[in-house]
């Protein structure tokens, strides 16, 4: 897909989204196991005057469904912000997840230099598409994933970098990189295979070339060692002895 907004959205989002509801999955299991009620995590915050894991989740959701909405001039989906455990807070990324694959990725052309309006209640904001997306946008949806992440690390979740990043579309890793990674093995291990396939096909030809070189060798060799003909010189006609006069 060439057009650079829709590259820098949907795609963006999607992974996104998807790791973060990993991590949910993740906090669920560990507040489970530990015995901890699940609205502690959910209400947990970093600061006093910062807000809880539950609304980190709804706005990064919000940003990331508005966003793709208004750059391709549709009505974004509007949700209750009513979520009160994981799983609801699961059904809420599935639905922000389907909204934004159902986007047709055309819609999303020119919308760089789309008139975007956002109204706040403190008053309004303007930007071009390209300017809303990569100002506005992007910052503020990776400040609430990182802080709904750093909660749940800050109380004990067993979840790091790698469940924050996930599996990056499009990154190519060796096998040694996979291991360190948690992923699964290269998918270019079969092209390996096969190329090292080809390579005793290459040495046979090598050897032929080789072998040709050898014996031509052997045939200049055995030219220089072939002793020439020598032609005998003839001896000079003995003379005659010379008559008595």
């Given amino acids: 897909m060439s057009n650079p907004m829709y590259r820098s959205t949907a795609p963006v989002f999607t992974h996104q989204l998807k790791n973060l509801s990993n991590l949910l ?3 669920a299991g560990d507040a489970k196991a530990r015995g901890i009620a699940p609205e502690v995590i959910l209400n947990a915050r970093l600061a006093p005057d910062m807000l809880p894991l539950v609304r980190q989740v709804q706005i990064a959701t919000d940003h990331a469904k508005g966003c793709c909405a ?20 699961q059904a809420r990324i599935k639905k922000t997840l389907a909204f934004i694959r159902g986007i047709k990725p055309a819609l999303y052309d020119g919308s760089d230099s789309r008139d975007i309006t956002l ?9 071009s598409g390209e300017d809303y997306l990569n100002g506005w946008v992007l910052p503020n949806f990776y400040f609430h994933y990182t802080t709904a992440y750093a909660i749940l690390r800050h109380n004990g979740a067993g979840v790091g970098k790698r469940e924050f990043l996930g599996s990056v579309p499009g990154m190519g890793v060796n096998a040694a990189a996979a291991r360190a990674l948690g992923l699964k ?25 080789s072998s040709a070189k050898n014996a031509t060798a052997k045939q200049a060799a055995a030219k220089k060692a072939t002793p020439k003909k020598t032609v005998a010189a003839k001896k000079p006609a003995a003379k005659k002895p010379a008559k008595a006069a």
């Fill in 25 to 27: 999955k993740v906090a």
């Fill in 70 to 89: 208004r750059l391709a001039g549709l009505e974004s989906p509007v949700f209750a912000d009513s979520e009160a455990s994981f799983a609801e807070l």
């Fill in 185 to 209: 093995a290269p998918a270019n291990k079969v092209a390996t295979k096969k190329a090292t396939a080809k390579k005793p096909a290459a040495k046979k030809a090598t050897a032929k070339k």
């Fill in 119 to 127: 109204k706040l209640p403190f008053g309004e904001l303007r930007f």
